[in-house]
């Protein structure tokens, strides 16, 4: 079989190895797609070094076919379509109460331990959600960040007719601005970048640039002066950060969704002036994987756009080196058996 490993230093292997029966509890997965990450492109860049155990197969985006069972696993059988919520919890304690998604020590399975950009990957039968039959694997390569998106909205506690500002369209931005939308909101989505401010547009979204516009007035004019219900932070820069306690109404939700290394300033002010909330949100639940199958399965909303690029894993080291010349595409899937 084939797999990748990242090499560190911005490189990509792909190797030639042997097929490994599944343990015990675990399945082999026939890995059908798997979509490159924002976090997949930080490890590329080193960002992750501390972390991953290099050499190291990423990747956690991903759809396939189960390909053998380990003994004591009776849920799946050989052939079942499924994803996997990489999410290893089997360090979860009692302090951690109940949250296994984010216990204390949650390994994340394709950068904690080895993940799908291979030809065949083995996994805990844990992880699995089992897809339809009629389930067409590449959108199903899009249920990992869709969770994300579910996940985001539902902590949001969004109802439909609310306003919902989508501060940066990114993919999971687009993703939250769709799963908002589908919700029954009035999504505005706020973008910096051109290409993308199009996308959003294509896809039937309200998206303006607040570089050229005033974000906070055009919200304002767009829900009769109330601003925004919910504010979600997809964007992870400082602006987003300054214009996210403006651009909310009173009593004005914001999801915290993008990850902020650093501590970085926030108008506290704002919370005590307009009694915001904010709110931290980290990958998903079980139910929110649920969801995120149902609407992929349903697909009726614009997914198939989302894939700007499928390329053979061979490729690997081109496609992350076009990502990084070329930031405009949405989520390139890689084919993990070509
Ligand atoms: N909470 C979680 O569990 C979780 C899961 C996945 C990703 N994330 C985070 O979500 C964020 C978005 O992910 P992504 O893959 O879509 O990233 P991305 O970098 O592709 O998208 C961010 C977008 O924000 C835009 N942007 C930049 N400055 C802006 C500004 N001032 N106003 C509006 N938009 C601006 C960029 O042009 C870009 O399109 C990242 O921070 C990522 O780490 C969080
Ligand atoms: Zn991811």
Redesign the pocket.
């Given at each position: 079989m084939k797999a990748t490993r990242y090499e560190g230093n911005k490189s990509f292997s792909v190797i030639e190895k042997e097929i490994e029966a599944p343990s015990e509890g675990e399945v082999r997965i026939k890995v059908a797609y798997s979509g490159v990450?924002?976090?997949d492109v930080h490890i590329y860049h080193g960002m992750m070094d501390q972390r991953v155990d290099i050499p190291v197969t990423i990747g956690h985006e991903m759809s396939g076919v189960i390909d053998a069972i380990g003994a004591g696993v009776t849920d799946f059988g050989v052939g079942d379509k499924v994803v996997v919520r990489p999410l290893d919890d089997r360090g979860v304690k009692p302090s951690d109460k109940g949250f296994n998604h984010v216990c204390e020590d949650l390994k994340f399975i394709g950068i904690d331990s080895p993940g799908s950009m291979q030809q065949y990957w083995n996994v805990p039968a844990f992880t699995l959600h089992k897809l339809k039959e009629e389930t067409d694997l590449k959108l199903a390569a899009l249920i990992e960040?869709l969770s994300?998106a579910v996940h985001?909205v539902r902590l949001s506690g969004l109802v439909s007719g609310e306003t919902a500002v989508v501060?940066?369209?990114?993919?999971?931005?687009l993703l939250v601005a769709m799963v908002a939308k589908d919700a029954g909101a009035n999504v505005i989505i706020?973008?910096?970048?051109p290409v993308?401010i199009s996308k959003a547009k294509e896809l039937g979204f309200d998206a303006v640039n607040?570089?050229e516009i005033d974000l906070v007035q055009y919200v304002r004019e767009q829900t009769d002066g109330r601003l925004a219900d919910v504010v979600f932070e997809?964007?992870?820069?400082q602006?987003?950060l300054d214009?996210m306690t403006e651009v909310a109404g009173i009593r004005g939700r914001i999801v915290m969704?993008?990850?902020h290394g650093q501590p970085k300033p926030v108008n506290l002010f704002k919370f005590f002036w307009k009694e915001l909330k904010l709110i931290g949100?980290?990958?998903y639940e079980k139910e929110d994987y649920e969801k995120a199958i149902a609407l992929i399965t349903a697909n009726e909303l614009p997914f198939e756009d989302m894939i700007t690029d499928v390329q053979p894993l061979s490729n690997i080291q081109e496609v992350f080196e076009n990502i990084d010349k070329n930031?405009n595409g949405l989520k390139v899937l890689m084919d993990c058996q070509q």
């Open positions: 990450c924002g976090t960040p994300v985001d501060l940066g369209g990114g993919p999971i931005g706020s973008e910096v970048n993308r607040p570089t997809v964007a992870g820069v602006p987003a214009i969704v993008a990850i949100a980290r990958v930031p």
